[in-house]
């Protein structure tokens, strides 16, 4: 489908110019029980703020493992239920009418909801969610246990592929098959806020989203003109995906000597995201450093990019020379500002991009036994 820019453009000059829609206000109840939670604890409703950071809407006591919430809506938006003494939260749709929660105090990401319309369709996007993460993790599973039969590892990893695609696409294309509920408005609001969002996807799901529904109402109208700026405004709209040239970029190694991408020569390349307070990153670097020790003879280079700060240098290089990196390593110093991964839409680590010779990105976002083997279907 063809991106329409000249109507992002228009609706964003719609609702910066439209006069506010009255306030609508309407009654909500959130009815929640958390058997075994004891008397006198305090369950509160939150929300984050333009920070991210959560901020308090309503409390309410335990009293027999129950409680409720009351108040006025004026409009649809996302709420976290959190109890004291419970870690973790109970994300649910606020919108007017009666919502049921049961909360299960030891499973919190078990815990149901029930009773509106959002609700349902939220509860709709969780269970296929939680299906394509499971066909997901069963695939990586059967590519570990598939060792030493290359035909069913091929065959296994094109299928991982396919899924992965697929589920990149999921979040988009179940806005657009579901563009008359509130929640899709609310889910592209929160899609487009992360760093690498990807641009076309986004333009395709907004434009779908029934117009009454944008205009509904306030709320409506804000967060609408919010994902319009984000269009309109984003700066990954040339996204990096397979098949593209990786874009070039410099960075001075521990020593401060710059080490150019496109001057790097090799087979195969991997640009390795990675940052040394990184846990995730510091589990995966032995699979890296077996590799190099594998294939650097046949043609395999590594360069490292570090999301360090500038007060983290020395840990940079400690974590280099603990981890025995041995191979190109680079950082700005700038952490999540780094220009580079900024360039490369990076909003979490370890991240991986594959490129053949000729610097094109041929896989992306590979960890553990799928990255293993796709370097030796490249150079064995």
């Known amino acids: 489908m063809k991106i329409q820019i000249i109507s992002i453009i228009s609706i964003v000059l719609f609702f910066s110019c439209k006069p506010s829609t009255p306030l609508q206000e309407s009654n909500y109840t959130v009815n929640v029980k958390a058997e075994g939670v004891y008397n006198g604890l305090r369950g509160y409703l939150v929300k984050l703020d ?57 499973s919190l990401n078990t815990s149901t909801i029930s009773g509106t319309k959002n609700n349902s369709v939220f509860n709709a996007y969780k269970r296929l969610t939680l299906q394509k993460q499971d066909d997901i993790k069963a695939i990586r599973v059967a590519i570990y246990d598939a060792k030493g039969n290359p035909a069913l590892i091929k065959s296994l990893q094109q299928k991982g592929d396919s899924l992965r695609k697929d589920f990149k696409l999921y979040g ?31 333009t395709e799901a907004f434009e779908s989203i029934d117009a009454a529904l944008k205009t509904k109402n306030k709320t409506n109208q804000d967060i609408s003109y919010k994902i319009g700026q984000k269009l309109q405004n984003n700066p990954n709209k040339n996204k990096i995906t397979i098949g593209v040239k990786a874009p070039d970029f410099s960075a001075p190694n521990p020593e401060g000597k710059v080490i150019t991408l496109s001057e790097i020569k090799g ?35 590594i360069i490292s990019v570090s999301l360090d700060g500038e007060t983290q240098k020395e840990a940079w290089i400690k974590a280099i020379e603990k981890d025995q990196l041995n191979w190109f390593n680079v950082s700005n110093l ?37 990255l293993e083997v796709k370097i030796k279907a490249l150079l064995d």
């Open 172 to 202: 988009f294309k179940f806005i657009e098959n579901h563009s008359n509920a509130e929640f899709s408005l609310l889910m592209l609001n929160e899609l487009t806020r992360r760093n690498n969002f990807d641009y076309e996807l986004a």
């Open 50 to 106: 333009r920070v991210n950071s959560r901020v308090l809407t309503d409390t309410a006591i335990v009293y027999n493992g129950a409680f409720t919430f009351k108040g006025k809506s004026n409009g649809t938006e996302m709420r976290g239920l959190i109890i004291d003494g419970l870690n973790g939260q109970v994300p649910f749709v606020l919108e007017p009418g009666e919502i049921e929660i049961e909360v299960f105090k030891d």
């Open 267 to 301: 087979k195969v390349i991997i640009v390795d995201f990675w940052a040394s307070w990184c846990k995730p990153c510091r589990m995966e670097n032995p699979n890296l450093v077996k590799l190099y020790d594998t294939y650097h003879s046949k043609g395999l280079e």
């Open 334 to 370: 700038k952490s999540w500002q780094d220009p580079i991964a900024r360039t490369y839409g990076i909003n979490s680590i370890p991240a991986t991009f594959i490129l053949d010779e000729t610097g094109t990105v041929i896989a992306e976002r590979l960890r553990g036994a799928e």
